[in-house]
């Protein structure tokens, strides 16, 4: 069985960084596809960002396009998202996904596995 884990959220001001990550155990990440969500406090879990088993192929929302970076890593079993200039808007719980296939899109319904999330705050 997957099980996914999510780290690296924290408080940071606006316009700092953070990377998160997601680390899968269990069973080896190569063949999901990864995707990245967030919901905020009385707002649906949207997509953020996807990348397909192999690396070559990524996704982003328009609200987080040219700021954050999706990638992987299969040797370690993990995938990160690194978010740079960084908003208050961005203050969501974060959780990474996982598809058994070898591309998916930013549907929160595509995903099969799920993390417990990790926290992200942008605030002054």
């Known amino acids: 069985q997957l099980q996914l884990v999510e780290s690296g959220g924290g408080l940071v001001q606006p316009g700092g960084s953070l990377r998160l990550s997601c680390a899968g155990s269990g069973v080896t990440l190569d063949y999901y596809a990864i995707g990245w969500f967030r919901q905020a406090p009385g707002k649906e879990r949207e997509g953020i960002s996807c990348?397909?088993?192999?690396?070559?192929?990524?996704n982003y929302a328009d609200s987080v396009k040219g700021r954050f970076t999706i990638s992987r890593d299969n040797a370690k079993n993990t995938v990160y998202l690194q978010m740079n200039s960084l908003k208050p808007e961005d203050t969501a719980i974060y959780y990474c996904?996982?598809?058994?296939?070898?591309?998916?899109?930013?549907?929160?319904?595509?995903?099969?596995?799920w993390g417990q999330g990790t926290q992200v705050t942008v605030s002054s």
């Open positions: 996904a996982a598809y058994w296939g070898i591309v998916a899109g930013l549907g929160v319904g595509e995903y099969d596995y």
């Open positions: 990348i397909s088993s192999t690396g070559g192929s990524t």
